[in-house]
Nanobody, 126 residues
Framework: QVQLVESGGGLVQSGGSLTLSCAVS????????VAWFRQAPGKEREGVAC????????TFGDSVQGRFDISRDNAANTVFLHMNSLKPEDTAVYYC???????????????????WGQGTQVTVSS
């Protein structure tokens, strides 16, 4: 069973950058599309970025388009979320999720992927 562990969260000033990592174990990353979601206090979880198993397809939420990027290193079984021009409204717990179904995950932001990580806190100060 695939397992995900996020890292790289922390406190950053507005306008700064941060890169999150999602380490995958229990299965080869090649089989999975991987997404990043986030949830701020009192708000619903939202899809942030998603990358297909081959990296050929990347999708982004409207609120992060042009500021965030997603990449993956299948050999290292790791997916990265590169966050630039951070804003206080980006403050949230960030989760990675994996699923073999590209459409469900990256087009529909399924709330029930095959696996979730435990989350990592990102706080952006103004």
């Amino acid at each position: 069973q695939v397992q995900l562990v996020e890292s790289g969260g922390g406190l950053v000033q507005s306008g700064g950058s941060l890169t999150l990592s999602c380490a995958v174990s229990g299965s080869h990353l090649n089989y999975y599309s991987v997404a990043w979601f986030r949830q701020a206090p009192g708000k619903e979880r939202e899809g942030v970025a998603c990358i297909s198993y081959s990296s050929a397809s990347r999708t982004f939420g409207d609120s992060v388009q042009g500021r965030f990027d997603i990449s993956r290193d299948n050999a290292a079984n790791t997916v990265f979320l590169h966050m630039n021009s951070l804003k206080p409204e980006d403050t949230a717990v960030y989760y990675c999720a994996a699923d073999k179904n590209l459409v469900d995950l990256c087009a529909h932001w399924t709330p029930a992927p095959e696996a979730w990580g435990q989350g990592t806190q990102v706080t952006v100060s103004s």
